[in-house]
């Protein structure tokens, strides 16, 4: 399973949700055994952080975050995800995504 999506504004210009966000899911993409080898490696492997951001003071973002990119990615109030090279299981991804025909990525964000 995999799930693959694209950065919309989820909100029209009158303020009304009415649009969907770019998501592609494939039940097969990988076999369950895949599934729980990445899942394990992200576990175990990634380099999440606790970020924090300005909100009434410092305050921690309610996640983990993990960015492998060739760049800095600066977002939100105060927070930059410094750049990082993607892992050889996260690379195999990325790779097996362009094969497939879903595109070419050079970044990841994973959140925990």
């Given at each position: 399973?995999v799930s693959i999506g694209a950065t919309?504004?989820?909100?029209?210009?009158?303020?009304?949700?009415?649009?969907?966000?770019?998501?592609?899911?494939?039940?097969?993409?990988?076999?369950?055994?895949?599934?729980?080898?990445?899942?394990?490696?992200?576990?175990?492997?990634?380099?999440?952080?606790?970020?924090?951001?300005?909100?009434?003071?410092?305050?921690?973002?309610?996640?983990?975050?993990?960015?492998?990119?060739?760049?800095?990615?600066?977002?939100?109030?105060?927070?930059?995800?410094?750049?990082?090279?993607?892992?050889?299981?996260?690379?195999?991804?990325?790779?097996?995504?362009?094969?497939?025909?879903?595109?070419?990525?050079?970044?990841?964000?994973?959140?925990?």
């Amino acid at each position: 399973m995999v799930s693959i999506g694209a950065t919309k504004p989820l909100l029209s210009e009158a303020g009304a949700s009415d649009i969907k966000p770019n998501v592609l899911y494939i039940p097969d993409f990988l076999t369950p055994e895949e599934a729980e080898d990445l899942l394990r490696r992200i576990r175990s492997e990634a380099d999440f952080r606790q970020n924090y951001i300005q909100l009434y003071g410092k305050k921690a973002v309610p996640r983990l975050e993990a960015w492998y990119g060739p760049w800095d990615y600066a977002y939100s109030k105060g927070v930059t995800l410094k750049a990082a090279l993607a892992p050889d299981y996260l690379q195999a991804m990325m790779c097996r995504l362009k094969e497939c025909g879903f595109g070419e990525y050079d970044a990841v964000l994973i959140n925990r």
